[in-house]
């Protein structure tokens, strides 16, 4: 079947400007999760959805970045206010439920340049 | 809090020699543990996992022993390819779902 697909794939902004990248889960799983990667850094939690509970924001670097998920299915993150240090490839991934034996099934990124 | 630490590359091997690659991890309570793979130019994809202590992950001729005593989920391969080229990511998941990532170690196997 088809995995977690994101878009863009890659997006180009200037500093200061919105961005918007999406997230389409594997169909059936109730768990999303945003992870961004940095080139030296490694990957970084940002936020947890699963179902429609209210999600655990607490990796969000600042007020500037947000995320939302319509009909617990496709998710939304949202940078305002581009800064230079968001440049970095944002990972989305899915799993089936949320148990901690349940495999995250991830998705190909959206590589985030801000000039 | 949680954190995973494992060993930063880059690992330069040739074909057939057997590799190690450390991982470390502190956590509270009974995490889960995974390596994760990145291959050139593709996403992360699941290589193996453990889910309890001394619960042994194998997946392509690559295995990890979940050691509670020492805190450590070691990935190990007998023999590797050129095709096994490619970062590697430990990572535990502990409560609340939370998946911590380590910084990963790039391999790079030679003929």
């Known amino acids: 079947g088809a995995g977690v697909s994101q878009s863009p794939s890659n997006k180009v902004t200037e500093k200061g400007k919105d961005v918007e990248l999406r997230c389409d889960p594997i169909?059936?799983?109730?768990?999303l999760y945003w992870y961004r990667q940095s080139l030296g850094q490694g990957l970084e939690f940002l936020i947890y959805?699963?179902?429609?509970?209210?999600?655990?924001k607490s990796g969000l670097p600042s007020d500037r970045f947000s995320a939302e998920r319509t009909g617990g299915s496709v998710s939304t993150l949202t940078i305002q206010r581009t800064q230079q240090e968001d440049s970095a490839v944002y990972l989305c991934?899915?799993?089936?439920?949320?148990?901690?034996?349940?495999?995250?099934?991830f998705g190909p990124g959206t590589r985030l340049t801000v000039l | 809090g949680n954190s995973v630490t494992q060993m930063e590359g880059p690992v330069t091997l040739s074909e057939e020699a057997f590799l190690t690659i450390n991982c470390t991890y502190t956590?509270?309570?009974?995490?889960?543990l995974f390596w994760y793979v990145q291959y050139p130019g593709e996403g992360l994809q699941l290589l193996l996992k453990a889910t309890k202590a001394d619960d042994k992950g194998s997946n392509k001729g690559f295995e990890a022993t979940y050691r509670k005593e020492t805190t450590s989920f070691h990935l190990e391969k007998g023999s590797v390819q050129v095709s096994d080229s490619a970062v590697y990511f430990c990572a535990l998941m502990g409560s609340y779902q939370k998946v911590t990532f380590g910084i990963g170690t790039k391999l790079q196997v030679i003929p």
């Open positions: 991934a899915s799993s089936p439920t949320d148990r901690g034996t349940d495999t995250q099934y």
């Open positions: 956590a509270t309570g009974y995490p889960s």
């Open positions: 169909s059936g799983h109730t768990a």
């Open positions: 959805f699963q179902g429609n509970s209210a999600p655990d």
